[in-house]
């Protein structure tokens, strides 16, 4: 089918869940988008056919898109409510599934051909976006999550739900401990870092000792992320669909309790404080425990924050007195308490982050907070630079 008639008529959402949780579709009507991203032959598709075959009442539209190229995509995205876009005419392919999820296979053309898709808002209420085995999917996520460029234009009605990461059980440790770039990290870690549900696939044709070590070395890789062990990407569909990554305290169970203090290859040179970081072949990891914190700490946390993220400095080392490696932030994720009873919620992509009070998620005052930096150059300096000021009592 290609052109619009063959296109399902359009249906009004039926969004009348008031408080959107574990499989449910947010009663705002934003349409949710999750991005599903793996390692070449992870089982993605295994998991898409999946997702598109059960009966789970979602309406789903399901972008499988070569989304290798990302650059393409942003410099798209700027021009995406633009009349004169000479990609609003890309091609494209709908197929209503027997489910009723539509199945859009869009070949050349990013963000403008998702507001395209847009326009058919009603026939579906989420959005799975595959991207390649090679993709990074951060920029892609932060095109959907707080991009005002992209919001403006047909983008207002998408919210980034999550980035779920379909790794190889057999293959995954390898091809992480291989992955390389020219300039920094592989592609493979990049989407380890991205992630925030990891399926580690394929667990049938592994022993359990091997399980354990790859998934050990996902966790160090990304402290902030949630690994489900799969056979043929069997889930249940509330743990990657509808888990609102970016929106709640979700993905941060673990904030309650300390970070442990754990001495492995990979954390040396401690001192007093629980933090870890970690390293391999480009990519590193910080995990800093955070006590509750007085308004000058949190002051002093969000310059710190806007220091690494926008100037990728410490904000007591200038450029060249950094004897580190460059800084580079990937992904950010936290939750802590503050003196004034309020619970923090961070989360961030790249160079973009928000940094708000929690609402109406009842977590409880977070006694030992969790920071956790996945990137660049995130190494005992910069562990030691954010633990001064999130451990201190002031
Ligand atoms: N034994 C076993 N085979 C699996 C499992 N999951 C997927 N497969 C098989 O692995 C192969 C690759 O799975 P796909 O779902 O096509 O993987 P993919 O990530 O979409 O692959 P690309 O699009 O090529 O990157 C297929 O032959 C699947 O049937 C599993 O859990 N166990």
């Known amino acids: 089918m290609s052109d619009d008639e063959d296109i399902p008529t359009l249906i009004e959402p039926e969004l009348e869940n008031e408080n959107a949780g574990d499989g449910e579709i947010p009663v705002n009507h934003q349409v949710p988008l999750t991005i599903i991203s793996g390692f070449l032959g992870a089982g993605k598709s295994t ?15 399901v972008i499988m898109n ?14 995406v409510s633009s009349e004169s876009d000479p ?12 489910n009723g999820c539509l199945c859009c296979s869009i070949k050349d053309s990013g963000v403008a051909a998702i507001e395209k898709l847009m326009q058919r808002k009603g026939a579906f209420d989420y959005i799975l976006l595959e991207t390649t085995g090679l993709a990074d999917p951060g920029p892609i996520a932060s095109i959907f999550w707080r991009n005002e460029e992209f919001n403006r ?20 440790k390898q091809q992480m401990e291989t992955d390389h770039a020219e300039e920094g990290i592989g592609e493979s870690l990049r989407q380890i870092a991205a992630a925030d549900v990891i399926l580690l696939n394929k667990t049938d044709l592994v022993s359990a000792a091997d399980l354990e070590t790859t998934e050990d070395l996902l966790s160090k890789i990304n402290p902030a992320v949630t690994v489900h062990r799969t056979v043929r990407a069997d889930i249940d569909i509330k743990h990657v669909l509808s888990i609102r990554a970016y929106t709640s305290s979700r993905g941060l169970s673990h904030a309650g309790t300390p970070v442990p203090d754990d001495h492995d290859h990979a954390s040396h040179d401690h001192e007093k404080g629980h933090g870890t970081h970690y390293e391999m072949r480009g990519i590193s990891s ?32 200038s450029a060249d007195t950094h004897d580190g490696k460059p800084l580079e932030v990937l992904r950010c994720k936290g939750i802590f308490g503050t003196e004034s009873g309020q619970t923090f919620v961070l989360q961030g992509v790249r160079n973009l982050y928000e940094l708000e009070p ?12 969790k920071l956790v930096f996945i990137g660049k150059g995130l190494d005992d300096t910069v562990r030691k630079s954010l633990e001064k000021i999130v451990q201190c009592n002031e």
């Open 47 to 61: 998991l898409l056919k999946r997702i598109l075959t059960e009966h789970h009442g979602y309406r789903i539209a």
């Open 66 to 79: 070569e989304f290798g190229d990302t650059a393409d995509i942003e410099s798209r995205a700027i021009n």
């Open 87 to 98: 990609f609003a005419e890309s091609s494209e392919e709908v197929l209503e599934l027997a």
């Open 153 to 172: 234009g047909g983008g207002k009605d998408i919210v980034l739900d999550g980035i779920v990461c379909v790794v190889d059980a057999v293959f995954g």
């Open 286 to 317: 910080l995990r800093v425990s955070c006590r509750v914190l007085s308004p000058e700490q949190q002051e002093r946390l969000e310059v710190w924050i806007r220091t690494v993220l926008w100037e990728s400095q410490l904000p007591e080392y």
């Open 358 to 369: 929690l609402v109406g998620d009842d977590v409880g005052l977070p006694e030992h907070g």
